[in-house]
């Protein structure tokens, strides 16, 4: 059992930047991925972006070159700054912890763009 809190969500204005945290209960380098999911109201959950346990990141493309993902690893957490925030990125942010075929999450955090 995998315990999975994100914190950081909130309203900003377009353009604007937002840094999440997911901390995690256990080590996060036992976990195969780490990952960042966003749903909007109606819409379909969607993967924002992962990192490996080796470090290889992904990102989808409408978050590219915007969005970077990160880790801590002392500190069990890991990160998703968000910069150049649109109105198209509001969404309940989820972080998600995949081992093998197991999967976590977490409760989810509230992101609003708007101005």
């Known amino acids: 059992q995998v315990q999975l809190v994100e914190s950081g969500g909130g309203l900003v204005q377009p353009g604007g930047s937002l840094r999440l945290s997911c901390a995690a209960s256990g080590n996060i380098l036992s976990m195969n991925v780490m990952r960042w999911y966003r749903q909007a109201p109606g819409k379909q959950r969607e993967l924002v972006a992962g990192i490996t346990v080796g470090g290889t990141t992904n990102y989808a493309d409408s978050v590219q070159g915007r969005f970077t993902i990160s880790r801590d690893n002392a500190k069990n957490t890991v990160y998703l700054q968000m910069n150049k925030l649109k109105p198209g990125d509001t969404a309940v942010y989820s972080c998600?912890?995949?081992?093998?075929?197991?999967?976590?999450w977490g409760q989810g955090t509230q992101v609003t763009v708007s101005s």
């Open positions: 998600n912890a995949a081992r093998w075929s197991t999967n976590y």
